[in-house]
């Protein structure tokens, strides 16, 4: 993926299409964080947008992911010369050469700006001073406190060699001309003295080290998982510098306590108190990912997940997506199982029959269906499901009221599957008829051995209780052929060729009322 997104990068780079191929390089640096290619790719585009620092940081991060890579330090100089640091830019291009002495776009850019350097040197030169006003830079009385201000300069007043020097060009500036070919000279004139900071701006950076000092020995503390100590120094560190990390760092401590309630108040303090300081976005994401975190372990799942698209839409990174993900598979599979419930299933499983005997299919499938989803585990559900479907979806199909009246032997009903069998039987053409006997058959031996150990009067008892028994009983046609049947028992056999008695007396047979051999 990462490939694929620099390519594309790559692309829109040579459209100069820059802000899609920045885009590109920065969801490829997500997955391939590490990858000093896409770092340097990207300082190429901002380097074109003219955004040079930028463009500096991200050659500083490619150069330390491989410092003996070339272009990395090419970049680097690029990046210089665009903020003007052309000796910084010097430099980088003569470490770009010396590690790769062919590199024309590096010997390029040394050339342009040595030139651009000299230019530099002699642009403010005063009418009349053949000096070019050099000579009197060297006898300004604050000259050593401005190269001692100045961090790129600062070291050269350890430099014993280079301070005879200076002292030489104080009493001789003259001599300047002599001494333009030692880079240390070129490095002091082309560096700009520092402007002084201004009272506000030395209490900010005050205020940060101090902050990030408390910091530090708290840091100390989480390792050794002394969290309240952690928190103490985190809590100071807020104190003396408004900055969210701190507060990012106490719901951490906190989180490792199990003070998950803390963790939630003290991230969502961090996450206002960015809004008001425009704290960058990445720090406020890490704010809502831990939010998410402690909301998980409190259970409330919702309001994880929540927490987490908050945190992606501020900023997109691999572990929010994979703790929201995580959180949304957990939160389904607790709902499924919440709502499995036995007693609800059988209520699901009754109606369901009730729907199907009374020929409602749609009502069927969706109350077996809701069974289905109460108790995933138990086969009924699906049987009697798939029945309703079958005859739900083609009435004439013989196959569907085979389901069916399996469906009703296992729901006990099996007068009613004897029916469905008949219904089968008329269905079908004629090829599938031993099968329709054998199922028909299996649900008289079942009517059969359920009544195995009934006596006499409980078989009565059970057949005047019974609708439709009492129906087939009442039939004054059933009635003639029973009563044939008495004094002539092959009349009985004859009338059978008949489906509809036939299935009449296997009703009757195994309901008791007909005893064979008696």
Request: aromatic share 6%.
């Amino acid at each position: 993926m990462a490939d694929a997104l620099k390519s594309e990068g790559n692309k829109a780079f040579s459209a100069k299409d820059y802000p899609t191929a920045i885009e590109k390089f920065t969801q490829a640096l997500e997955i391939e964080p590490e990858n000093h290619i896409l770092y340097s790719n990207r300082s190429a585009v901002y380097n074109a947008q003219s955004e040079y620092q930028k463009a500096l940081d991200d050659a500083e991060k490619a150069i330390g992911i491989k410092g003996d890579w070339s272009k990395g330090h090419l970049r680097k100089g690029a990046a210089y010369r665009g903020l003007g640091d052309l000796l910084a830019a010097y430099d980088s291009y003569e470490e770009a050469l010396k590690l790769e002495p062919g590199n024309a776009q590096a010997k390029s850019g040394l050339d342009a700006t040595q030139r651009a350097i000299q230019a530099e040197a002699t642009a403010d030169g005063v009418q009349g001073d053949p000096l070019g006003g050099l000579g009197g830079m060297f006898n300004d009385p604050q000259m050593i406190e401005k190269l001692a201000n100045n961090p790129k300069t600062s070291a050269l007043l350890a430099d014993s060699e280079f301070m005879a020097k200076l002292e030489r060009l104080k009493s001789n500036p003259n001599a300047i001309g002599e001494e333009m070919r030692d880079p240390r000279f070129l490095q002091v004139m082309s560096e700009p003295t520092p402007e002084p900071e201004d009272e506000e701006a030395v209490a900010k950076r005050k205020a940060q080290e101090a902050g990030d000092a408390e910091k530090k020995i708290g840091n100390d503390f989480y390792k050794k998982k002394e969290h309240d100590k952690a928190i103490e120094h985190y809590e100071k560190a807020w104190e003396l510098n408004k900055d969210i990390t701190y507060l990012n760092n106490i719901g951490a401590a906190k989180f490792e306590k199990g003070d998950y309630e803390g963790t939630i108040e003290t991230c969502k303090k961090a996450v206002e108190e960015g809004r008001d300081l425009r704290a960058d976005f990445k720090t406020v994401a890490k704010s809502f990912t831990r939010i998410g975190s402690a909301y998980e372990k409190l259970g409330d799942l919702t309001q994880a997940i929540e927490s987490y698209n908050k945190s992606l839409m501020e900023h997109r990174t691999p572990e929010a997506l994979t703790k929201m993900r995580a959180a949304e598979k957990a939160r389904d599979t607790l709902e499924k199982d919440s709502y499995m419930d036995p007693a609800k299933a059988e209520e699901a499983r009754e109606l369901g029959q009730k729907k199907f005997q009374e020929a409602d299919w749609p009502g069927a499938v969706d109350a077996f269906t809701e069974m289905t989803k109460r108790a995933p585990a138990d086969p009924r559900g699906y049987s009697n499901r798939a029945a309703a479907l079958a005859i739900k979806r083609d009435p004439k199909f013989f196959r569907a009221y085979m389901r069916k009246g399996q469906a009703l032997v296992a729901m006990k009903e099996y007068n009613r599957a004897l029916d469905a069998f008949t219904e089968a039987a008329e269905k079908d053409d004629g090829s599938h008829a031993r099968e329709i006997e054998q199922q028909q058959q299996k649900c008289l031996d079942a009517q059969f051995s359920a009544r195995a150990d009934e006596t006499e009067q409980q078989t009565s008892e059970r057949i005047q209780n019974d609708p439709e028994i009492m129906s087939i009983l009442q039939d004054p046609v059933m009635q003639s052929i029973l009563q044939q049947a008495k004094s002539d028992p092959a009349a009985l056999q004859e009338h059978m060729k008949n489906p509809q008695v036939r299935i009449s007396v296997q009703k009757l047979m195994a309901a008791g009322v007909i005893r064979m051999g008696r």
